[in-house]
């Protein structure tokens, strides 16, 4: 991937490293002062290799108004970037495209009462993004975030999510939320355990989260692995659902997760 000019990226600083399991890892680096992002948007990190750069997207996991950037990652076997993460720690150097991107924008929906975020894997950290706006949950009635792994101990976020409660800011909301964990690869209480396209074609999403889904009033959200992003899509299309476009109003919005 191409690296920005010297101009238009900043050199920032690890801050922590987490690692979770063997491929998961979540870590914060510095903030600039003049870095913007809205709740949803990805960044462009990177690393000099070399005469050259290394440049991957990562979805923000911090609320718009942290005072530092924190992501998640995945890391793929015989990765560059994700060879980089396995080496990092904190106060290591990092660099930070001075521009966000992305349109997994809950603002971009005109209408609908009720929000369905959709997630495989990282793709989990936008949405985390957006639970933290106060916005979003004056906007929709009842929101239900959905993040789909393989393994148990891949549901990294339970703490996080449920400490919402606690938040300054969203706190007061969080009755409007319902969390529903998928694990697909073994047997979880609690947790459901079919892929994301199965439980919404057979109803049994709807039915967890005591929601009545339909075009009318339910918006859906998706970010994670292409694979899933498409097969999801189609299933929600089969259902009557439709894209939505900044011309055409729709009922979908997805993002492949990186």
């Known amino acids: 991937m191409s690296a920005p000019a010297e101009a238009k990226f900043t050199e920032e600083t690890v801050l922590w490293v987490k690692r979770h399991t063997s491929k998961l890892m979540t870590f914060a ?11 949803g948007q990805f960044s462009r990190l990177g690393f000099r290799d070399g005469s050259g750069f290394l440049w991957r997207a990562y979805s923000v996991v911090s609320a718009e108004y942290a005072d530092t950037l924190e992501y998640f990652a995945v890391l793929i076997e015989g990765g560059p970037m994700s060879a980089r993460f396995e080496a990092m720690c904190a106060g290591d150097s990092i660099l930070l495209d001075k521009t966000a991107t ?9 209408d609908g009462r009720d929000l369905v975020m959709l997630s495989t894997g990282s793709g989990i950290a936008p949405f985390l993004s957006m ?12 929101l239900v975030l959905v993040h789909s792994v393989s393994y148990a101990d891949e549901l990294i976020f339970n703490q996080h999510i449920a400490a919402l409660a606690d938040h300054p800011l969203v706190g007061a909301f969080v009755h409007q ?8 690869r073994e047997q979880v209480a609690g947790a459901l355990g079919k892929r994301l396209p199965e439980l ?11 929601k009545l889904f339909s075009p009318a009033d339910t918006r859906f959200m998706l970010c994670g692995n292409p694979a899933m992003v498409q097969d999801t899509f189609k299933a929600l299309i089969n259902l009557g659902y ?3 476009r900044n011309k055409i109003p729709g009922q979908i919005i997805m993002e492949n997760g990186f």
Do not use: K, N
């Open 242 to 244: 439709a894209m939505h």
């Open 102 to 110: 992305g349109f997994l924008l809950p603002d971009r929906f005109a």
């Open 177 to 184: 939320l319902c969390f529903v964990p998928v694990v697909t």
């Open 131 to 142: 639970l933290q706006q106060p916005e979003v949950w004056q906007r929709f009635a009842h």
């Open 200 to 210: 919404l074609q057979d109803g049994s999403l709807a039915q967890y989260a005591g």
């Open 29 to 39: 680096i510095t903030r600039p002062e003049s870095y913007r992002f809205t709740a």
